[in-house]
């Protein structure tokens, strides 16, 4: 990954929902799809949302559902003119053999296959399907979506970077593509696809420096008026929301924005501040409070999660209040990155982080971080 001189600073958003999204759908690269109703009403929150950033250009996929959600956004920009640039190399993971096919028919048509995607990405295959007008006696090659996709990934940053060193840039892509993004300016490789959740119309922010690439929010859908992205991987499993400590006022006005979810469990360690206690236990009395004296109760707990599946036929959600600098270090390992890569996520005070333990994988997903 390029290390620039100046703070760059990219701002990505997936398209909004659309028609194929609405049908249960892959859509892979193809151009079938376009926006809905509720997709096109998110796009424009989100250019509203943006609206205080100093945006100097703009890149998108060529896709009908980018084009469209990019220029939703471009149209809440007030005065702003930002130069708009389609990039091919931004379109979706190219999946010749599911795209338009239901979820449903694809995981019992392509049982092993899909299984081989969702546990080993990285060695996940399909058959490129002949180009039009070509021999069908031509053989088909093999080739490896994934990894594919992180190349374009890495591609796309080693072309658009130098060109915009110290300037604010807009992504509005696809979520396979943005986290293919996310993933390759962190080192993070296929083997860790799935990883990251990327809802529609959520936000992330990367900035690259001479130090490399920071992850400072992660699929924010609070502009679209979402307390914490949805749940992708179906309500099931475990879920938790973090929260650094801190005595900043500013931890209060997260709690309040937990009145509206359903906690079944809240950690906290023994010098958390009473007030946020008794905030929590006021809004959730049907929650259980557990104060945790150990201080590497999250490098041990970390130890026990990853050598046990999760397995519920319910969601149980739970409150992790600790300090920051364990949170940073659990979200970071749990998402492959290495003990020297822990800075490249930069948690800030007063947010909330949320991650699944879906009971029908084994990998933990990184749903949102940095919730404001």
């Known amino acids: 990954m390029l290390l620039l001189k100046q703070e760059t600073t990219v701002i990505l958003v997936r398209h909004g929902r659309s028609t194929y999204n609405d049908q249960g759908r892959y859509q892979g690269s193809s151009d079938e799809a376009e926006l809905t109703p509720l997709g096109c009403e998110t796009a424009q929150q989100v250019g509203k949302w943006l609206q205080h950033e100093t945006i100097h250009a703009v890149y998108a996929s ?16 007030l005065d702003q003119v930002a130069s708009l640039t389609f990039s091919d190399d931004l379109r979706e993971m190219d999946l010749p053999a599911w795209q338009g096919l239901p979820y449903q028919t694809v995981r019992e048509t392509f049982a092993a296959d899909y299984r081989c995607w969702l546990e080993r990405p990285h060695e996940f295959q399909m058959e490129q399907l002949p180009q039009s007008g070509s021999a069908l006696a031509v053989a088909t ?55 990251l959740q990327q809802s529609n119309c959520g936000v992330s922010c990367l900035k ?89 109760f999250l490098e041990a707990w970390r130890i026990t999660l990853s050598l046990r599946k999760v397995s519920s036929e319910l969601l149980m959600t739970g409150l992790v209040i600790a300090p920051m ?48």
């Open 62 to 77: 060529p896709l009908k559902r980018a084009q469209q959600t990019a220029n939703a956004i471009l149209k809440q920009q």
């Open 141 to 195: 090659r093999p080739f490896y979506p994934v990894r594919s996709l992180y190349e374009r990934a890495q591609q796309f940053w080693q072309t658009v970077l130098p060109r915009h060193v110290g300037q604010t840039l807009l992504v509005v892509s696809h979520g396979g593509t943005i986290h293919a993004l996310i993933s390759t300016a962190l080192g993070l490789s296929p083997a860790s696809h799935h990883c």
């Open 208 to 296: 690259f420096n001479a130090a490399g690439a920071q992850l400072c929010s992660l699929n924010d859908t609070t502009g679209i008026g979402e307390t914490s992205p949805k749940l992708k991987a179906g309500k099931r499993g475990l879920r938790l929301l973090f929260l650094p400590i801190s005595s900043a006022e500013n931890d209060l006005t997260a709690v309040a924005r937990l009145k509206t979810l359903r906690l079944d469990f809240y950690l906290h360690v023994h010098n958390t501040r009473e007030q946020q206690i008794n905030s929590i236990a006021l809004s959730h009395p049907n929650a259980v409070g557990l104060q945790v004296d150990r201080a590497d």
């Open 325 to 372: 600098a364990d949170i940073q270090k659990l979200l970071s390992q749990l998402i492959g990155l290495s003990d020297r890569s822990f800075g490249k996520l930069v948690l800030a005070l007063g947010t909330l982080s949320v991650l699944h333990f879906p009971a029908s994988q084994q990998r933990p997903i990184l749903q949102a971080m940095n919730l404001r």
